[in-house]
C-alpha cells in the first residue's frame, strides 16, 4: 500500500508493471498477449506505460488489459486496498473507494439505473437457477409446496426485475437456455404439467454436446 496520492493514469502505470510482473510476464510476453487481443502493443510501448511516459490511456487499451490480466478495468485505475486516495480530478483528492464508485455510479444513483438493475438482474437469475435446479431434482416437487412456493418467488422477482427494465427504456439481459421460460406467461404459476415440460427441456439440453470454450460473458477467445 503507498500513501502517495496519484492520478488514474499514474495508478494505470504502476497497476500495469504490477499485473505483469506477479504474474512473471516479461514486457515482451505480456505485448503477445495484448497483440492476440487486437492491441498493438510492443515491448517499447508497455516500457513507456509502465514508468507513465504516456500521459493518457484509451479505453480500448484499458479494456484490453483488464482482459489480458483478468481483473475488472476500474482497479487498473482506482487500486481499492492498495491506495487510500486519488487525485480524482486536477486538484480534487477523494478515496480510491469513493472514485471506484464513482465510475460504476456516478454522483446520481438514479442516473445508475441500467447498472443497478442489471447487478440485481444476475443475482436473481443465479438465485432462481438454483432454486430451479432444487426442485426439479425433487420427484414430488408439486407435493413440496414450500419448494414450488420458493421457486415461483425466485422466478416472480426475476420477472419484475425484467419489466422494471423495459420500463426504464432498456434491454434486458438476455436469458439463458434454461431460463427462457421467465417471460413465458404461462409458467407464471409452476402447475404439475408446466415442471414436466421442464424437465423434459433440461434433459435435452443435457443430451446435447457442450460448447467451446468462451471469454467475457460468452464471447468467444481467440
Not at 478515496?95 to 442489471?118: E, K, M, N, Q
Not at 439481459?173 to 421460460?181: A, I, S
Amino acid at each position: 500500500m503507498t500513501d502517495e496520492v496519484l492520478t488514474p493514469t499514474r495508478h494505470f502505470a504502476q497497476s500495469v508493471k504490477r499485473y505483469r510482473t506477479t504474474r512473471g510476464w516479461t514486457q515482451p510476453q505480456l505485448a503477445e498477449r495484448c497483440q492476440r487481443l487486437g492491441l498493438d502493443w510492443d515491448r517499447s510501448i508497455i516500457a513507456n506505460v509502465e514508468a507513465a511516459r504516456r500521459a493518457s490511456v484509451t479505453v480500448q487499451e484499458l479494456l484490453t488489459l483488464a482482459e489480458v490480466f483478468e481483473v475488472p478495468p476500474v482497479l487498473l485505475i482506482f487500486p481499492v486496498g492498495l491506495s487510500q486516495e486519488t487525485e480524482f480530478l486536477p486538484g480534487l483528492v477523494v478515496s480510491t473507494w469513493t472514485g471506484a464508485r464513482w465510475v460504476f455510479y456516478g454522483d446520481d444513483p438514479a442516473g445508475a439505473a441500467p447498472i443497478t438493475l442489471y447487478a440485481q438482474h444476475t443475482e436473481q437469475a443465479e438465485h432462481y437457477t438454483v432454486a430451479l435446479h432444487d426442485m426439479l431434482a425433487e420427484d414430488d416437487a408439486l407435493e413440496d409446496s414450500e419448494l414450488r412456493r420458493r421457486t415461483e418467488d425466485a422466478m416472480q422477482k426475476l420477472r419484475t426485475t425484467r419489466a422494471e427494465i423495459r420500463r426504464h427504456g432498456l434491454i434486458p439481459p438476455e436469458l439463458p437456455n434454461d431460463l427462457q421460460h421467465v417471460d413465458d406467461r404461462r409458467y407464471e404459476r409452476l402447475t404439475r404439467e408446466r415442471i414436466a415440460e421442464l424437465r423434459t427441456a433440461a434433459r435435452r439440453r443435457r443430451q446435447k454436446p457442450a460448447g467451446g470454450s468462451s471469454g467475457i460473458d460468452g464471447g468467444t477467445r481467440p
